[in-house]
């Protein structure tokens, strides 16, 4: 359901610089069934998987068993995600339209919102799709459309978008304590009135050094370790530790095209993006990556007594007390992600040919990227291992073609 209301054409309206002007303000709800990607739409049902091992006779005989087990959960209670919208928006145009754009203000809330819920070891399986509770979604878009030269053999245009996203989750399951207050998911990091993709974690405060043999030694570590914050100094590592950390969506988004038309037949543009203030597991650093010696890898600095690196732990350091805790580091970036630059031949020129259009072209997609903190690996890749991507670089990638119109 929407309602506008253009108020540029109204008998009262006047101005000089403002052109057009509409208000928007709409509401809106919708279900969703997506379980997200590299799951199949019958995860809320238990499965059979079948294998085989070997087995080992009392008489010595190997043979070969077949075995059946359930695989996976059933949820019963697993329904669709509802989502429930409110915008408001403002269309404007600028200076002889020489300036347009839109401004965007949203509130999205949604209800049993369609989650991975990890479970207890005594459960007997590692995790089950479920539904959250309730989680708010508030933010707002500004897009800009500029003309900003004009002439008659060069002109400019841009565009550009910025996006801004904050949510907190509102409820989980509705589980109340004795004090009244709403219970947090400790398992799946859930809490309520923080955001969904808040990192909850310990601190990682650098690496031991020479001469900190004892401080060491205290959580069972020892010079060229990670050395996380004991927030209560009770000498070892518990939930009482874990801190709020960052985000591991980004904070902002924000893109920039720019377009430009020059000698009459050439045609230029440049496009570029960024995504800011989002944090990623870079467990590189940690140096335990099992088999160094079998296999080629990045050449790291590595901790040694020689190089007493800060970043860098020591080869197959010991994680004491802390097993499986996560360093982060921040995955902004900005990235150009294409520059392209075409020739229209003349039409008088193909004419003797008794060709319609011919236009050369060149293109380069990736074409640079600066990442602060995220080093090596690329900081768009998605770890979930659903999707089995590979964190490597991105390749870099030249085009050059032809369109020809007969």
Known sequence: MALAWTFSEEPF???DWLNYGKLRVSWGSNGNR?????????????D???GKYLYVQPDGTVIQVNQLWVNRMQNPNFRWERNTSYNLGLDFALFNSRLDGSLELYQMVSTDLLVLRSLPNVMGFDNVMDNLGEVRNRGFEVTLNSLNINRENFSWRSTALFQLNRNAIQ?????????????DDVQNRWFIGRAIDAIWDWRALGVYQLGEEEQAARYGLRPGDYKLEDVNDDGQFSNADRQ???????????SLRNDFQFLQHFSASISMYSLWGHQAPFNWLKSRNGFPDRQN???????????????????????????GFNVYRKRSFIRI?????AYNVPSTFLSRYRVNGLRLFANVRNAAMWAPDWIFWDPEWDPDPQLEQNPGPTPRFFNFGLDLTL
């Open 48 to 50: 059979l998987t079948t």
């Open 297 to 323: 890898s990045y050449v790291f600095p590595y901790w040694t007594p020689d190089n007493p690196s800060n970043e860098w732990a020591r080869i197959n350091s010991n994680e004491g007390s802390a097993t």
């Open 34 to 46: 997506d379980v997200g990607p590299g799951r199949d739409m019958y995860v809320a049902m238990s």
């Open 244 to 254: 709020f950390l960052g985000f591991t969506e980004p904070r902002f988004r924000w």
């Open 337 to 341: 992600d294409n520059i392209s630059l």
């Open 13 to 15: 309206f006047s101005s």
């Open 171 to 183: 409820h989980i399951y509705r589980n109340y304590g004795a004090d009244g207050r709403e219970l």
